[in-house]
């Protein structure tokens, strides 16, 4: 990402379940690389996210500990805005946010002098919304999100900007309701600066990194009828399960896999391909990082929705891999 000095601005970037999922480093990834763009053009950026308790209320401090060291590795250790909700839940409109990472008068001043709220937090609580005297949605799940808002699946508060990755939303190519709003397109970022261009001959495998039950199932109206189907990357890696039988392409998925996988582990490997969870090659960013740029490339599936939805959409990992000089060889979503 790169681009000319703006004046500089206070922006907030509200991400969503970054602090409490330590092992998602490529979700780390893509609100950093926002985060590292802003600053770069001149921007006074900070990162605010909601902390969720535990069942007794109470804060993981070394949860939050070990996030605030990772944020200082990135120069932003002392830019977290970390809140808990205090009331009676998230339907209490007296709710407001308990500071957990800076104390109250240094929070209270940084959200007052902010230009902009950059939210990738679609279900932000409107108490919190409310303190920003301008706000952008930015749409990380084209096709996905439209779907969620129009059939009353995500409840969104309006913002005075929306911005979305899917080349095609809101516009006549687009295979899904724009929510009666204006959409302004952008690209996903990537911070050249971290991300540099890596050649390494030894490198062997083309790789992806991904959640094997990333996604939900869907509901689609086919002949007026509710229609329900599977959409996660696991349905669509299994699509090409006996590929590396047919190349001598050496294959790797480093996949988030849950306790009952063993089966659709064996089928895999018992086919070729090489496995690791991703929690042995990639769980931190800097790992994350290392593993994309020792691939020779990267193989990817896309989500089933992805090419029902047909956005334009194509994934922040992907781009990570093209901006690190790699090759890559993945499903995306066609415009129509």
Partial sequence: MSGRRLLMATVIVSPHNVVCFPEGAGHFWVYMQYVQGLRRVGCDVYWLERFYPDRDGQIDQTLVGAFLERMRRYEMGDRVLLYSLSGNGDSDSTVQPEFISLDRNQ?????????????????????????FRRTALVDIDPGLLQVWMSTGRLQVLPHHYYLTTGETVGTP???????GVRWTHIHPPVCLEL???VHDEACAAFTT???WWAGESLVEIVDGREVLYDNTK???????????????????????????DDADRRLLEGHGWRVHHSREVART???YQAYIQQS??????AKPSCMKFQSGWVSDRTLCYLASGKPVIVQVSPLM
């Fill in 107 to 131: 929070a209270e001043a940084i959200l007052t002098r902010a230009d902009v709220l950059v939210n990738f937090h679609y279900t932000i609580h409107p108490n919190v919304l409310a303190r």
């Fill in 173 to 179: 190519r687009a295979r899904f309701p724009d929510c």
């Fill in 195 to 197: 991300w540099p261009y």
């Fill in 209 to 211: 990194v991904a959640g």
């Fill in 234 to 260: 696991r349905i669509s890696f299994l699509q090409f399960a006996a590929l590396p039988r047919l190349t001598p392409q050496r294959l790797e998925l480093a996949l988030w896999l849950a306790e009952n």
């Fill in 285 to 287: 960013p800097e790992m």
């Fill in 296 to 301: 020779r490339g990267e193989f990817s599936c």
